[in-house]
């Protein structure tokens, strides 16, 4: 259920429950399902005709759906003399056709949903007499005929997603109508003529803009279950204190701030959604709801949760996010039933005590709050890790932690490295006459950096204050790895030289850190401080701080505007009616959901909130003044010390652990590349950890960034990576780009080989100058191959890493652990096998020269012959307006490899196969506002095959999504290219949209001169929530437009794109596979190796979870012919 909006929680197992009841009433009757004959109806101008068999007098159950009908077969009424069920659902029915009439006698069971009906016709309706089902939904009707209410024996009734504004009086005589829904309409307030349905117990009235309810609704006293989802509500009159039968009730999306006191009468009520109300306060009167199992108060403005919610002792579900509660009560462990509980984006700082006792909680959300005790690293791993922790704390002396992670960033020669020893360093020495004096800071040439360095702090003693100081080099061949250090809770200085500054250079000196801070840290705390101070004049450097100033303001305003005109986008489409948002192609979000919309409107609304948190103004330091270092000392001690700016700063941890992490770093340990694990638990040992809680402390050591411990890893679970000061001495190797320097590690490391540690190497120390020479020539041919195409093998790497490592097995361990973090990938190594001696050779792609790979023909294409051949091109599109995360390419890279063979690699393009099926993945740099930075997936296969490029790509989207999740503020799109304007060269393609809407069958349709149109139904969510991977393909006949001419063609296209519904083949009912197509009609089903069924038909599988339709029309010159339809299905 996570990741689910709360409003539609119960909504698939309400549905679900009325499903079943619905078959099992059905289980014993004679069924028959019968499909169009004659043309496919989905392309066919003309309306499809069905034949009836003969000899179905018997039949009870006739399903007629999902033809594209606009009449019924000739002899219905006549031949089926026993028919109780009729459904004629997903057709093109503008009626009710007058045949259903001569059915009135016998038919219990009638569906019409999902056609275009805009009246029923009274007569046919008055011949339905005993009627006990009926459902009209996602019709177009503008009103109900009198004569509905003369259904004496009717149950159920659905007429939503219609267009009504009001209900017929005779409604009230529906005496025996159990189930009403009327959501999704046009009513303007509750209809008065359901008070008198006595019987009612199901009513769904959601979606209508109905602003209040009648007092005396408690005339309704058999209800049970009730949908009041977006009715505009802002108040509750007491007489719906009365409607003691209810046990479900959907209030969501109101405009409630409070309940009447006598809600409490509702004792029966088992769940209760008040989720996107206005309550400030818990609402007292679900205190005494003692049977209440879900409750959902999440997006409102509460404050806090009161301690009596412990008599809820029957809760199960419990959400409470997006609130703006502070604390919890320690009562709330008492809820002891809890399998869901979701608090996150609220201001929580510290969990209750015992809150591990919560032990059957399965749903668990608590991130966006500023947690401190438990550390949010204990709490985002789960309750089991809060109860370990709160255990832990128990067994041992709690002890406080005050260290800050401190980050130094800016571009290149910023004097980021100078400003760390100035700080770091003590700058006040006592002279001879015991007197104190400043000592400024030498005029030798500045330090230079070698790389990322890490130091070590305290910045005052007696507090005990200390700081990790990550000193991020500047140059861009660090920027792949600069990611990994950015993490909460840290303090980011970004430093700019004020003698160089100009303001056209804002944007890559100051703009764009900021953009990669905000994306990967949102919310954080940034000081900008200009140094070089002392190179300027006095009016320079205030003008120079006084634009830094400015343009840090203009870059925020204009991103927050951009994101709020984004928001306000979405909340006009969601203001308008779905059915109008989806009637034209042009319209914003076009074919989007409303439940998708109100998750990019969610998504907005967390990026508008956890803004850069920048610190002003601009601070000038000259590292010779010390009165300017001092100054910034002061600064960034009274900063870490705020509690509301760094509360992890004052959290509280068991002792044991403390210590833990002292023994890691105390010899003989501290000089080790790495620990196994048992050393790591011997040291748990001495720490008072046992086996059982060690694996609690690691896990958190390892999420606040003290050492690497991957648990979820079969190469790595067994160590633990704690010297990080010489992996980022490793890390820095491999990301200097000097071939000099490169080329002089190299010499070194092989000034030692051939002294018997065991592993054979092409380079061999040889006796002689000459040899000397040869070695150096080799040695230089791979480091040209690794600063051009990032290529080494295993035992250079190893010359290159001397004298951090030492053994075979440090090498092993740290190219896994190279891979793991997505910085190089193996060659030639066999999935699961050894490499049989052979050498192995690694790929760096940051290192990788070339924009795109050696020439590859299929791309452009044509096959190695040179041969065409006629393709469909699927490319999936991720576009990222504000930046791209340095390093993504050159990662993702690296996570594809396990999914991908016969790769070629370049530093915009990759060209792979997944299987025998071509896969691209590009980058394309932005250019200019209106071109921003783009990732693209694509596949292309021969249209009979084009299911293989869905399962080709498929691997390569989800392994980019689970990427992304590293970046939380980036802001990116996702779209799906249109195939044909690929085709034809379009610089623009037609972008559809990555998220559909849900439900009834819909279409999305590329405008520019394609004729493409995608249709849509069920769960339509598949870029950005993919489920499983992708089902299959089955290709629909082909047809032509014979002789017609160019504008009867394009006008008979506009004409069926004009309709909201269409030949679907997919049966819901019976849950079975059926052929609506009579070339199969005689055949039993099965399904094919290939996704192809014979004759060009279509297959329907009723599994099909996900899948999308697409219709592909191409007009020649000549309009003589089309192209072949494509249906995809998403298992």
């Keep these: 259920m996570a990741g689910k909006d709360s409003g539609n929680l119960k909504t698939v197992r309400l549905w679900r429950d009325a499903a079943l009841r619905a078959r099992k009433l059905r289980s014993n009757l004679r069924q028959l399902t019968l499909s169009a004959a004659g043309a496919d109806p989905i392309d066919s101008p003309d309306a499809p005709q069905l034949v009836l068999p003969a000899n179905i007098g018997d039949i009870e159950v006739l399903n007629l759906g999902n033809n594209g009908l606009e009449e019924v077969p000739d002899g219905l009424g006549s031949a089926l003399g026993s028919l109780r069920v009729l459904v004629l659902r997903r057709n093109r029915f503008a009626r009710l056709p007058p045949a259903v009439a001569e059915l009135g006698h016998h038919l219990t069971e009638l569906d019409v949903s999902h056609n275009r009906l805009t009246a029923l016709g009274a007569e046919v309706v008055s011949a339905l007499r005993e009627l006990r089902k009926l459902n009209l939904s996602h019709n177009q009707l503008p009103a109900l005929p009198a004569q509905l209410g003369a259904l004496a024996h009717l149950e159920e009734l659905d007429v939503s997603f219609n267009r009504l504004a009001h209900l017929p009086d005779s409604l009230s005589c529906l005496y025996r109508l159990r189930t009403l829904d009327v959501d999704h309409n046009q009513l303007t307030a509750f209809p008065r003529q359901l008070l008198q349905l006595a019987a009612l117990e199901e009513l769904d009235v959601s979606s209508n803009r109905l602003r209040g309810l009648p007092e005396d609704i408690s005339a309704l006293r058999a209800l049970k279950i009730l949908w009041l989802s977006g009715a505009e509500l802002g108040t509750l009159p007491s007489g719906f204190c009365e409607l003691a039968s209810l046990e479900s009730l959907m209030l969501d999306n109101n405009g409630l701030?409070?309940?009447?006191?006598?809600?409490?009468?509702?004792?029966?009520?088992?769940?209760?959604?008040?989720?996107?109300?206005?309550?400030?306060?818990?609402?007292?009167?679900?205190?005494?709801?003692?049977?209440?199992?879900?409750?959902?108060?999440?997006?409102?403005?509460?404050?806090?949760?009161?301690?009596?919610?412990?008599?809820?002792?029957?809760?199960?579900?419990?959400?409470?996010?997006?609130?703006?509660?502070?604390?919890?009560?320690?009562?709330?462990?008492?809820?002891?039933?809890?399998?869901?509980?979701?608090?996150?984006?609220?201001?929580?700082?510290?969990?209750?005590?015992?809150?591990?006792?919560?032990?059957?909680?399965?749903?668990?959300k608590i991130k966006d709050n500023p947690l401190i005790q438990p550390p949010y690293e204990v709490c985002m791993k789960g309750i089991p890790y809060i109860a370990a922790y709160q255990k832990e704390l128990a067994h041992s002396q709690p002890a406080v932690q005050p260290r800050l992670k401190l980050l130094l960033m800016g571009h290149k020669a910023a004097g980021k490295t100078l400003l760390r020893h100035c700080l770091t360093e003590e700058r006040v020495e006592g002279n001879q006459g015991g007197g104190d004096k400043e000592k400024s800071y030498p005029p030798s040439?500045?330090?230079?950096?070698?790389?990322?360095?890490?130091?070590?702090?305290?910045?005052?003693?007696?507090?005990?204050?200390?700081?990790?100081?990550?000193?991020?080099?500047?140059?861009?061949?660090?920027?792949?790895?600069?990611?990994?250090?950015?993490?909460?809770?840290?303090?980011?200085?970004?430093?700019?030289?004020?003698?160089?500054?100009?303001?056209?250079?804002?944007?890559?000196?100051?703009?764009?850190?900021?953009?990669?801070?905000?994306?990967?840290?949102?919310?954080?705390?940034?000081?900008?401080?200009?140094?070089?101070?002392?190179?300027?004049?006095?009016?320079?450097?205030?003008?120079?701080?006084l634009d830094i100033h400015r343009q840090i303001a203009l870059q925020?305003?204009?991103?927050?505007?951009?994101?709020?005109?984004?928001?306000?986008?979405?909340?006009?489409?969601?203001?308008?009616?779905?059915?109008?948002?989806?009637?034209?192609?042009?319209?914003?979000?076009?074919?989007?959901?409303?439940?998708?919309?109100?998750?990019?409107?969610?998504?907005?609304?967390?990026?508008?909130?956890?803004?850069?948190?920048?610190?002003?103004?601009?601070?000038?330091?000259?590292?010779?003044?010390?009165?300017?270092?001092?100054?910034?000392?002061?600064?960034?001690?009274?900063?870490?010390?705020?509690?509301?700016?760094?509360?992890?700063?004052?959290?509280?941890?068991?002792?044991?652990?403390?210590?833990?992490?002292?023994?890691?770093?105390?010899?003989?340990?501290?000089?080790?590349?790495?620990?196994?694990?048992?050393?790591?638990?011997?040291?748990?040992?001495?720490?008072?950890?046992?086996?059982?809680?060690?694996?609690?402390?690691?896990?958190?050591?390892?999420?606040?960034?003290?050492l690497l411990y991957f648990e979820d890893s079969p190469a790595l679970k067994e160590h633990v990576f704690h010297n990080l000061t010489r992996l980022i001495d490793i890390l820095n190797v491999f990301f200097q780009r000097d071939p000099s320097l490169l080329l002089h590690k190299l010499l070194l490391g092989t000034s030692g080989e051939g002294e018997g540690e065991?592993?054979?190497?092409?380079?061999?120390?040889?006796?002689?100058?000459?040899?000397?020479?040869?070695?150096?020539?080799?040695?230089?041919?791979?480091?040209?191959?690794?600063?051009?195409?990032?290529?080494?093998?295993?035992?250079?790497?190893?010359?290159?890493?001397?004298?951090?490592?030492?053994?075979?097995?440090?090498?092993?361990?740290?190219?896994?652990?190279?891979?793991?973090?997505?910085?190089?990938?193996?060659?030639?190594?066999?999935?699961?096998?050894?490499?049989?001696?052979?050498?192995?050779?690694?790929?760096?792609?940051?290192?990788?020269?070339?924009?795109?790979?050696?020439?590859?023909?299929?791309?452009?294409?044509?096959?190695?012959?040179?041969?065409?051949?006629?393709?469909?091109?699927?490319?999936?599109?991720?576009?990222?307006?504000?930046?791209?995360?340095?390093?993504?390419?050159?990662?993702?890279?690296?996570?594809?490899?396990?999914?991908?063979?016969?790769?070629?690699?370049?530093?915009?393009?990759?060209?792979?196969?997944?299987?025998?099926?071509?896969?691209?993945?590009?980058?394309?740099?932005?250019?200019?506002?209106?071109?921003?930075?783009?990732?693209?997936?694509?596949?292309?296969?021969?249209?009979?095959?084009?299911?293989?490029?869905?399962?080709?790509?498929?691997?390569?989207?989800?392994?980019?999504?689970?990427?992304?999740?590293?970046?939380?503020?980036?802001?990116?799109?996702?779209?799906?290219?249109?195939?044909?304007?690929?085709?034809?060269?379009?610089?623009?393609?037609?972008?559809?949209?990555?998220?559909?809407?849900?439900g009834r069958g819909s279409s999305v349709v590329c405008f520019k001169m394609c004729f493409v149109k995608v249709f849509v139904s069920r769960v339509a969510d598949y870029l950005l929530n993919l489920t499983g991977s992708p089902g299959r393909l089955f290709k629909v006949n082909t047809g032509g437009f014979g002789d017609k001419s160019k504008a009867e063609v394009r006008k008979q296209y506009e004409m069926q794109s004009q309709g909201s519904d269409f030949q679907s083949g997919f049966q819901t009912e019976h849950f079975r596979p059926r052929f609506p197509l009579p070339s199969l009609a005689h055949h039993s089903w099965k399904e094919t190796s290939s996704g192809w069924t014979e004759d060009g038909a279509c297959l329907t599988l009723a599994s099909c979870s996900v899948w999308v339709i697409m219709r592909v029309r191409h007009i020649w010159n000549e309009c003589s012919e089309f192209e072949m339809s494509v249906v995809i299905f998403f298992v």
């Design 758 to 998: 065991g592993e054979s190497s092409p380079v061999v120390a040889l006796p002689n100058p000459s040899q000397d020479v040869l070695r150096a020539t080799q040695l230089h041919h791979y480091v040209e191959g690794f600063l051009l195409h990032g290529l080494l093998p295993a035992h250079v790497i190893r010359l290159l890493l001397k004298p951090h490592v030492q053994a075979q097995q440090d090498l092993q361990l740290l190219l896994e652990l190279l891979e793991k973090m997505g910085l190089c990938y193996c060659l030639n190594k066999p999935k699961g096998k050894p490499l049989n001696g052979s050498t192995a050779w690694y790929k760096f792609p940051c290192y990788v020269q070339n924009e795109v790979p050696h020439a590859e023909a299929w791309i452009n294409g044509t096959n190695l012959a040179g041969q065409s051949f006629v393709a469909e091109q699927l490319q999936i599109e991720y576009s990222f307006p504000f930046t791209f995360p340095p390093g993504l390419f050159a990662r993702y890279s690296v996570q594809i490899n396990s999914h991908v063979v016969h790769r070629s690699d370049g530093k915009l393009q990759i060209f792979a196969y997944r299987g025998k099926v071509p896969v691209v993945v590009s980058y394309r740099p932005a250019k200019g506002v209106l071109h921003p930075d783009t990732l693209s997936i694509a596949s292309h296969a021969s249209l009979p095959n084009i299911w293989t490029a869905w399962q080709a790509i498929t691997p390569l989207v989800e392994e980019l999504n689970v990427l992304l999740q590293e970046w939380p503020g980036l802001h990116y799109t996702v779209h799906i290219l249109c195939s044909k304007c690929l085709k034809r060269g379009s610089p623009n393609p037609h972008a559809f949209p990555g998220k559909w809407r849900e």
């Design 257 to 364: 701030q409070a309940l009447p006191a006598q809600f409490s009468r509702l004792q029966r009520l088992k769940m209760l959604n008040l989720s996107s109300n206005l309550f400030e306060e818990f609402p007292a009167a679900l205190l005494p709801l003692a049977g209440l199992e879900e409750l959902y108060l999440s997006r409102n403005q509460l404050t806090s949760v009161p301690s009596l919610i412990s008599g809820l002792s029957r809760l199960l579900t419990l959400w409470l996010d997006n609130n703006r509660i502070r604390y919890l009560p320690d009562s709330i462990v008492e809820l002891t039933g809890l399998e869901e509980l979701v608090l996150q984006g609220n201001q929580i700082a510290v969990l209750p005590d015992n809150f591990g006792q919560l032990s059957r909680v399965g749903l668990w």
């Design 445 to 545: 040439p500045p330090p230079v950096s070698k790389g990322i360095e890490v130091t070590s702090w305290t910045a005052d003693a007696s507090r005990g204050l200390r700081f990790i100081v990550y000193d991020l080099a500047g140059d861009e061949s660090y920027e792949v790895i600069q990611p990994f250090f950015l993490s909460p809770g840290a303090l980011y200085v970004l430093v700019v030289n004020l003698a160089t500054y100009e303001p056209p250079g804002f944007p890559t000196t100051v703009g764009s850190f900021l953009h990669r801070v905000g994306a990967r840290v949102p919310h954080a705390v940034v000081c900008i401080v200009g140094t070089h101070a002392d190179l300027c004049g006095e009016r320079e450097l205030e003008e120079k701080c």
């Design 556 to 706: 925020e305003k204009h991103d927050a505007e951009g994101l709020s005109r984004l928001a306000q986008v979405v909340d006009e489409a969601l203001a308008r009616d779905f059915e109008l948002r989806s009637a034209s192609p042009h319209a914003a979000y076009y074919g989007v959901s409303d439940k998708n919309l109100r998750r990019r409107k969610a998504h907005f609304q967390y990026l508008l909130n956890h803004r850069l948190q920048i610190l002003s103004p601009v601070l000038p330091v000259s590292c010779r003044d010390p009165r300017q270092l001092q100054r910034l000392r002061d600064k960034l001690l009274s900063v870490a010390e705020h509690r509301e700016i760094f509360p992890n700063l004052h959290r509280v941890l068991p002792r044991s652990w403390q210590v833990l992490e002292e023994l890691h770093f105390q010899p003989p340990q501290a000089q080790r590349l790495w620990l196994s694990w048992w050393d790591s638990a011997r040291l748990g040992l001495q720490a008072g950890l046992t086996e059982d809680r060690l694996q609690s402390a690691l896990s958190y050591l390892h999420e606040s960034g003290k």
